[in-house]
Structures are given as C-alpha cells and as structure tokens.
C-alpha cells in the first residue's frame, strides 16, 4: 500500500510541476520542460524513500532496490510520455 501511495504522490507531484511549467512558461513547451525536470527531482525522492526503507524500516538494500525501480520508473514514464506528446503535438 506504501508503494501504491509513493506512486501516487510522484504522480501529483508531476502535475505540480506541470502546472508550474504552464504558470512560468506560458505555453507547451514550458509544460514539456516542467515534465523533464520533475524525472531527476522525483529521483531524488524516490531515493530518499529507499534510504527511509533501509535506515528507518529494517529492510536491506536489495529488498528495497525492486521497490525504488518500480517507484521512480512509474511516475518517470509518464512524464516521459507528457513530455513527448506534448512535444509532438
């Protein structure tokens, strides 16, 4: 269920940063650059939740490592596909 919220929250967090991007930039391509600077910022704290799982919750490492991958990817993915759509169109 941690994971699910984890995900969920990357996901709002990218529509801050979409909205950010459409409130600085004006236009599409402001939008496109708020998507591709969310991937490294939600980096970031998909890390921070992994270090979190490891010093704080007792897990190893390698048990938290699948969980950091499928954290981050998600939210990343579409941010990549926001970024790409909306450079496309």
Known sequence: MHMLLVIVGGVVL???????????GGDVA???????AFVP???AVALI???VGVTRAGYTVAQELPILLIVFAVPAALAAIFAWRLAKG
């Open 14 to 24: 990218l529509g801050v940063f979409a909205l950010f991007g459409k409130l600085w």
């Open 30 to 36: 402001g939008i496109a650059t708020a998507a591709k």
């Open 41 to 43: 910022a939600w980096l």
């Open 49 to 51: 939740n992994m270090w």
